[in-house]
């Protein structure tokens, strides 16, 4: 029974991953990368800050909305979506990604 269990939530685990967008599998791809990384694949950010501890890349993508990416402990630890004001964009309104050359490597 206890197999059983373990091969059905294998199975759930592996079609909710199959069912994510390549938006979010490049998003999470970026996850754990290291700034020298990040720098290899999409070059250098066109603006650098500071948001409490966490050092934040942001990357322009499309017409108005940047990729942010945020930095802890030298790896990224978070990708945010935001509009030219800077507010972050609902779920269905995401920019086109800019890492996909970071997730063929």
């Known amino acids: 029974m206890r197999v059983l269990f373990v091969a059905l939530i294998s199975c759930l685990s592996m079609a909710a991953c199959s069912?994510?967008?390549?938006?979010?599998?490049a998003q999470s791809n970026l996850l754990g990368m290291t700034q020298k990384q990040i720098l290899s694949c999409l070059g250098a950010p066109t603006?650098?800050?500071t948001e409490g501890v966490a050092e934040v890349w942001s990357y322009p993508a499309g017409q108005s909305c940047?990729?942010?990416i945020y930095f802890a402990y030298g790896r990224a630890s978070h990708v945010?979506?935001?509009g030219s004001n800077g507010e972050p964009l609902s779920p269905g309104d995401e920019c086109p990604f800019v890492g996909e050359k970071?997730?063929?490597h």
Not at 19 to 25: G, I
Request: a positive charge; hydrophobic letters at 30%; proline letters at 5%.
């Open 19 to 25: 069912l994510q967008s390549p938006t979010s599998e």
């Open 47 to 49: 603006q650098k800050t």
């Open 66 to 68: 940047f990729v942010k």
């Open 80 to 82: 945010n979506y935001v």
């Open 102 to 104: 970071c997730v063929m």
